[in-house]
T-cell receptor, first 112, second 113 residues
Framework: KNEVEQSPQNLTAQEGEFITINCSYS?????LHWLQQHPGGGIVSLFM???GKKKHGRLIATINIQEKHSSLHITASHPRDSAVYIC??????????????FGKGTHLIIQP | DTAVSQTPKYLVTQMGNDKSIKCEQN?????MYWYKQDSKKFLKIMFS???????INETVPNRFSPKSPDKAHLNLHINSLELGDSAVYFC????????????FGEGSRLTVL
């Protein structure tokens, strides 16, 4: 079964800083998810990626399939980016409806 | 319109009671999931259904029984509630099994007293 390690667990930064959150997993996968959980509790899927890089606004996600590693970057960070960011991968290499295994999340606080 | 909707959003009940949480998705997705988020905010898969068929049943007590009347609905029924069942339960759906984007409901916070 896949295991997921996320780092850092907690991150406090100043507005405008470039943020990087890392995720490593143990079993080869078809796709990796980055999720955002707001203080209110709702979960939003930010990215699903299987190779290379994706960009959405100030958010950039990259994945290296060979190294089993993904990063989530936030450029020009803003206090509204404060949230928990969670990496998730299929629980088993076959993917399918096996559901996901989640990292423990990175609690990001952006101070004005 | 909400893509994945769960009801109720909050549920407070006594130990030993039976309760249900309902989930509906209007995205036409084939796969639906139930996830549990514990007090440490750690998310874990409980069940997944693909076209009304149970695919995953992680090590979840028999007191938890998912029911999928059709592929747009996946309800979670919990018997004989225990204190440790207190958590936030998230429903989610995806078009494809494991490769499609994931859409979450808002979560249902269950408190067992």
């Amino acid at each position: 079964k896949n295991e997921v390690e996320q780092s850092p667990q907690n991150l406090t930064a100043q507005e405008g800083e470039f943020i990087t959150i890392n995720c490593s997993y143990s079993v080869g996968i078809s796709a990796l998810h980055w999720l955002q959980q707001h203080p209110g509790g709702g979960i939003v899927s930010l990215f699903m990626l299987s190779s290379g890089k994706k960009k959405h606004g100030r958010l950039i996600a990259t994945i290296n399939i060979q190294e089993k590693h993904s990063s989530l970057h936030i450029t020009a960070s803003h206090p509204r980016d404060s949230a928990v960011y969670i990496c998730a991968v299929p629980s088993y290499s076959g993917g399918g409806a096996d559901g996901l295994t989640f990292g423990k999340g990175t609690h990001l606080i952006i101070q004005p | 319109d909400t893509a994945v909707s769960q009801t109720p959003k909050y549920l407070v009940t006594q130990m030993g009671n039976d309760k249900s949480i309902k989930c509906e998705q209007n995205l036409g997705h084939d796969t639906m999931y139930w996830y549990k988020q514990d007090s440490k905010k750690f998310l874990k898969i409980m069940f997944s259904y693909n076209n009304k068929e149970l695919i995953i049943n992680e090590t979840v007590p028999n007191r938890f029984s998912p029911k999928s009347p059709d592929k747009a609905h996946l309800n979670l029924h919990i018997n004989s509630l225990e204190l440790g069942d207190s958590a936030v339960y998230f429903c989610a759906s995806s078009q494809d099994t494991g490769t499609g984007g994931l859409f979450f409901g808002e979560g249902s916070r269950l408190t067992v007293l």
